[in-house]
């Protein structure tokens, strides 16, 4: 990994991390400065709160998991908390200023604790610690830790030192992995978890396209090697696990070392991870068209446990606008990789990110935009107004867009990817699907899972169906999920029984 490219910021605020003068996460993995818990000692309690996107669950269920060897159990509530955790966003302003108005709740809090002689951790943690470093404290000085993505491997050698009374700031892009330095997901932890887990196998990006903070918060594309993946997705797979979605802000460019020190592309890891036994799907998350691989798309035709599901962002079908957003693809050239998907897996169901605003954004580009969604039908999509994030070339430009335009924009865009999500779930429809069982459902007797296709499916059922795949036949579709009943194994359908009749 290039040292360099890791340490590059997203404004030099002259904020110097004091890891240089601190253990180093060596030091911590090695145990030195990691005592175990104290059997005797009463457990503490953390509650993390994450924001943003999948990969900000993935570290807080390893922070959780970290913490927890440390003697300290999750609790839902910041009220009791010894340390509160806080796993920011940064990619949009909106994002990144609601973890101030809720450090602000937190400072209060923490000073009621104050008048009982108790002392709460406040942590910041994610991309927003990242991005802004030691100006969080300035802000409210009742946070004791702040940590990026790359270093929270040394949590517990952070608190510590501020529990000593220091300020700790800990924002560097560390040149080691940090994930040599996490223990492995614990048993208990993964069961009340679920059938479904993230595991993350790529991190970082190397794309900076010009609206967005992540190459500058994550750091240079990173991809973990195969052994280190093989090795979690066992773990998870012996405590019940059945799904498992792949994630990596730039996921399909993973890269990761195999044996002999061969690249393995994530066609390769999937067939790997395919040949674990117990591990019934596969899913990945998030793609850049780009890096859309033959052997993946490929894959998608001839791995029976990766899901007919692919998110692929586009952000805007203006050629214009996609250049000035440095995307490096034309609307066309994703249209026809989606047609390339499509031929070789038809039922594929396709997601997407847009963006509506971006500076120079015109009508006749927004069109563009609504066209493009016209001619690919996504199953389901993300959509938001750009938000000029400091430092990332799009904040810079002169031809912003008025927020009243954006908002409209982004409500017609909305609008129609709801038209095409509900016409999606309704050809469902009569049609018997594949469904992991996730969980009982909310109500007495019923089971709720998804279907190849991502829908959420409730149905009648029993919660010794969880981590089961059975056959569903969908009866109805409704805002937010479909309703079905469960086909008894070699049930075959009624006008498929007149026809065996007739032909007996
Ligand atoms: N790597 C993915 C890709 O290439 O599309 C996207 C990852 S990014 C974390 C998730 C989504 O946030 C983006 O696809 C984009 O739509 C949205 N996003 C990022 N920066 C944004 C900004 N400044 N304003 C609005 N939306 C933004
Ligand atoms: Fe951000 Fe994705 Fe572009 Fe990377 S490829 S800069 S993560 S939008």
Do not use: W
Not at 83 to 92: P, Q
Not at 299 to 307: C, D, K, S, V
């Amino acid at each position: 990994m290039d040292d360099k490219r890791r340490a590059t910021r997203l404004e030099d605020r002259g904020m110097m991390s004091d890891a240089g003068e601190a253990k180093t996460g060596l030091d911590v993995a090695r145990g030195e400065a990691a005592p175990g818990p104290d059997a005797a000692a009463p457990s503490r309690k953390l509650f993390i709160q994450s924001f943003g996107c999948q990969m900000n669950v993935y570290d807080a269920q390893r922070m959780s998991d970290l913490l927890g060897a440390e003697g300290y159990e999750e609790t839902q509530t910041p009220e009791g908390a010894d340390v509160i955790v806080l796993n920011t966003c940064h990619i949009r302003e909106r994002a990144s200023e609601k973890i101030f108005s809720e450090l602000g709740r937190l400072r209060d809090l923490k000073a009621a604790r104050a008048r009982e002689g108790l002392a709460p951790q406040i942590v910041v943690a994610g991309c927003v610690a990242q991005a802004e470093g030691a100006e969080i404290q300035r802000r409210q000085s009742a946070v004791d830790v702040v940590v990026g993505p790359q270093s929270y491997h040394r949590l517990p050698e952070l608190l510590r030192r501020a529990g000593e009374g220091a300020r700790v700031v800990e924002a560097e892009f560390p040149a080691q992995d940090k994930f040599g330095f996490l223990p492995p997901p614990p048993a208990a932890a993964t069961r009340r978890r679920g059938v479904s887990a993230f595991l993350t196998v790529q991190e970082g990006c190397d794309k900076f396209c010009s609206f967005c903070v992540v190459p500058y918060t994550r750091g240079a594309e990173f991809s973990r090697p195969v052994a280190a993946v093989l090795d979690e997705a066992k773990a998870l797979l012996d405590e019940g696990v059945r799904e498992l979605t792949l994630i990596g802000q730039n996921v399909n460019a993973y890269h990761g070392e195999g044996p002999g020190g061969r690249a393995v592309s994530l066609a390769g890891l999937c067939a790997e991870l395919a040949r674990l036994p117990g591990l019934a799907r596969i899913r990945y998350t998030t793609s850049h068209p780009n890096d859309m691989a033959d052997d993946l798309i490929e894959a998608h035709a001839t791995l029976p446990q990766l899901m007919p599901y692919l998110h692929l962002p586009v952000q805007s079908g203006s050629n214009a606008v996609l250049k000035a957003m440095n995307r490096r693809h034309t609307a066309g050239a994703y249209l026809d990789l989606v047609a390339r998907v499509r031929a070789r897996r038809p039922d594929l169901a396709l997601s997407s990110d847009f963006i509506t605003g971006f500076p120079g954004e015109t009508e006749a580009d927004f069109a563009d935009t609504l066209a493009l969604i016209e001619a690919v039908g996504f199953a389901a999509s993300f959509s938001f107004k750009y938000s000029p994030r400091p430092g990332t070339p799009g904040a810079e430009r002169a031809d912003q867009i008025d927020e009243d335009v954006k908002s409209r924009r982004l409500h017609a865009l909305q609008a129609l990817l709801e038209e095409q999500r509900q016409s999606f779930n309704r050809s469902m429809v009569g049609r018997r699907l594949a469904v992991l069982v996730e969980k009982r459902g909310r109500h007495e007797g019923q089971a709720a899972g998804k279907t190849p296709y991502l829908q959420a499916v409730h149905f009648e059922g029993g919660a010794g169906l969880v981590g089961a795949c059975v056959e569903v036949e969908i009866m109805a579709a409704g805002p937010n999920s479909l309703y079905g009943r469960l086909v008894a194994p070699g049930e075959v359908r009624a006008p498929e029984r007149a026809a065996r009749r007739g032909a007996a």
